[in-house]
């Protein structure tokens, strides 16, 4: 199998778009290394150019298809969702893939 590249955009609601809200989000996300089975690589990019219409990004990479649909169930990756991540997103966009 084929390692799957899993990667979201979020904008953040306005009231929530400063430093404080994104160290939480990139704190709670790049947390889960070594806790979740088949998780790689996590990162996520809070500082961004004038040019970007999104204010944060997830960049992570694991081992298989498996292995992100069981991520995203984990209790431990939901419990950082549903705390530091949704309650201050406006949009989410994501793009998962596998190269070739």
């Known amino acids: ?36 089975p088949g998780l790689l ?14 204010d944060v990004m997830l960049y992570s990479v694991f081992e298989n298809e498996e292995a992100l649909k069981e991520y995203a169930i984990n209790p431990i990756h939901v419990k950082v969702a549903n705390e530091k991540v949704r309650p201050f997103t406006e949009t989410r966009l994501c793009m998962d893939f596998s190269e070739i």
Do not use: F
Request: glycine share 8%; hydrophobic share 40%.
């Open 1 to 36: 199998m084929k390692m799957v590249k899993h990667i979201i955009l979020w904008k953040l609601k306005d009231e929530y778009n400063n430093d404080i809200t994104k160290d939480g989000i990139k704190v709670g996300l790049e947390g889960l290394m070594g806790k979740i």
């Open 41 to 54: 690589e996590i990162k996520v990019q809070t500082e961004k150019l004038k040019t970007s219409n999104a």
